[in-house]
């Protein structure tokens, strides 16, 4: 089986905007964001179900999950909420996804129109990390 997006961009085989990364999870700026400043959250092991996370793999998980909703609240102290949807639809690896929003309607997805600004990426995972 080939490894999924995600593990080739852990693995830097794919270039990414990389925020944060320690030794089970990895973050990083996702180049069609819900909402300008999302965030993907990922353990570095590749399991496509939330609930199959081994326990110490999973508490890492959210704990590095809650670590950079900090660090968007103090980057985007403007938003009413940073929304967190948990999946691994479209690529099947976990991933938490963390993006600021101002009301319900933000929180879907729009099709991307435009192709990714990566200088505003690169940007943008330099105030977050300067938030951690």
């Given at each position: 089986m080939?490894?999924?997006?995600f593990t080739?961009?852990?693995?830097g085989?794919?270039?990414c905007?990389?925020?944060?990364e320690?030794?089970?999870?990895f973050?990083?700026m996702?180049?069609?964001?819900?909402?300008?400043?999302?965030?993907?959250?990922i353990?570095?092991?590749?399991?496509?179900?939330?609930?199959d996370?081994?326990e110490e793999?999973?508490?890492s998980l959210?704990?590095t999950?809650?670590?950079?909703?900090?660090?968007?609240?103090?980057?985007?102290p403007?938003?009413?909420k940073?929304?967190?949807?948990v999946e691994?639809?479209?690529v099947?690896?976990v991933?938490v996804k963390?993006f600021p929003i101002?009301?319900?309607?933000q929180f879907?997805?729009?099709?991307?129109?435009t192709?990714?600004n990566?200088?505003?990426?690169k940007?943008?995972?330099?105030?977050?990390?300067?938030?951690l």
């Amino acid at each position: 089986m080939e490894p999924t997006i995600f593990t080739r961009i852990i693995n830097g085989q794919i270039p990414c905007h990389k925020v944060y990364e320690d030794e089970q999870t990895f973050v990083f700026m996702d180049i069609y964001p819900i909402q300008p400043g999302m965030v993907l959250v990922i353990p570095k092991q590749e399991i496509a179900n939330i609930e199959d996370l081994p326990e110490e793999i999973y508490m890492s998980l959210m704990a590095t999950t809650r670590k950079l909703l900090v660090a968007l609240r103090k980057t985007f102290p403007h938003k009413f909420k940073i929304a967190v949807q948990v999946e691994g639809l479209d690529v099947q690896h976990v991933h938490v996804k963390l993006f600021p929003i101002d009301n319900p309607q933000q929180f879907h997805a729009l099709a991307p129109t435009t192709e990714p600004n990566h200088d505003e990426l690169k940007n943008m995972a330099e105030k977050i990390r300067s938030n951690l």
